[in-house]
């Protein structure tokens, strides 16, 4: 199966879709569990909208997580992350987001990392020396609105200014730059909140969202199972660190270097948020399916299908039998 998607061609990203629904389409047929959710302010307005478990979510999910492979394919491509030109990082990405039943619902932190993707697309372009200014300024713009659908997201900018430093020569005026692209959205929709005086509802969705090791949910087997995927696959990919920018040179060597920077923060987010549980994992998604398809991209394709396959089997009997 891993072979439909080791060449980045255009129509193969319809194999992707399909992909993206067989993991996905359990919600239509089979109770999945909605985890009690702390949504950003416009997450909370969604679900209100179109509901939580409506057929308009169910769809939404699988076409947003898909656009999500898509794009980080796009970014992979684009800036030249791997030796050769694959699906693989967008393939694992919706097999890490699709591996839990409780990760299948439209989860706010899915939403959220739209805009990561978009965050991480200008960060990459800092090493061209053109529209600087206007691009820093996007960086702290989407992370921003990534933290109106999930407020603990705004703690990208850590790793997002990290990554530009890392990137290039940095001036104060980008941690200005950043700031106010990342103040704007907060600013406008409390201004919204605050001309229809319910500037207290606003406020409310940004109290209590920080507590050290403030873990919350019953764990199972399966719960732990996937803690273990992730864990390992982190393992692996931060020791095999320096195998990812071998041979490449020293521009994609630094922007794989920023990836491990949102990696790290990611798992750090985990930690600190309140109310913290398995779908807190979603946090460190985005780059960790970036080095897993790199990793897997490197090994043995007979090894690579058995470890492709494994996954997908777990994702499935999670789902549809256990």
Avoid at 136 to 142: C, K, R, T
Wanted: net charge neutral; charged share 10%; with cysteine.
């Amino acid at each position: 199966m891993l072979e439909l998607f080791r060449k980045n061609l255009f129509v193969y990203n319809l194999f992707l879709l399909l992909y993206c629904i067989i993991l996905n389409i359990s919600w239509f047929f089979v109770d999945t569990p909605v985890m009690n959710l702390a949504p950003g302010i416009l997450s909370d307005y969604l679900y209100e909208t179109i509901g939580i478990d409506s057929i308009l979510t169910k769809v939404l999910n699988i076409l947003l997580l898909s656009f999500q492979a898509i794009q980080i394919n796009r970014l992979v491509s684009i800036h030249r992350l791997t030796p050769q030109n694959t699906l693989f990082p967008g393939v694992f990405y919706i097999l890490l987001c699709s591996i839990c039943n409780l990760f299948i619902p439209l989860l706010p932190q899915l939403i959220a990392n739209t805009f990561i993707i978009m965050a991480l697309m200008d960060i990459f372009y800092q090493t061209r020396n053109t529209d600087i200014a206007l691009k820093m300024f996007n960086v702290g713009l989407w992370i921003g609105v990534a933290g109106l659908f999930y407020f603990p997201y705004v703690l990208f900018l850590i790793p997002g200014l990290l990554g530009v430093l890392y990137l290039r020569t940095f001036k104060y005026i980008d941690i200005f730059r950043a700031l106010t692209g990342a103040v704007i959205p907060f600013f406008l929709l409390g201004t919204v909140y605050f001309v229809a005086d319910e500037l207290p509802v606003f406020l409310e969705h940004f109290q209590g969202v920080f507590r050290i090791l403030n873990i919350v949910g019953e764990f199972d087997w399966k719960s732990y199972v996937v803690i273990a995927i992730f864990a390992l696959l982190s393992l692996i990919a931060i020791m095999n660190s320096n195998t990812f920018a071998h041979r490449q040179n020293i521009h994609i060597r630094r922007k794989i270097m920023a990836l491990f920077f949102f990696l790290v923060a990611g798992i750090v987010l985990i930690v600190l948020v309140a109310g913290s549980n398995i779908t807190s994992l979603l946090f460190a998604s985005i780059p960790l399916a970036f080095m897993t398809g790199a990793m897997i991209l490197r090994m043995e394709k007979q090894f690579a299908e058995v470890v492709h396959f494994g996954m997908f089997a777990i994702a499935l009997l999670f789902q549809y039998v256990i």
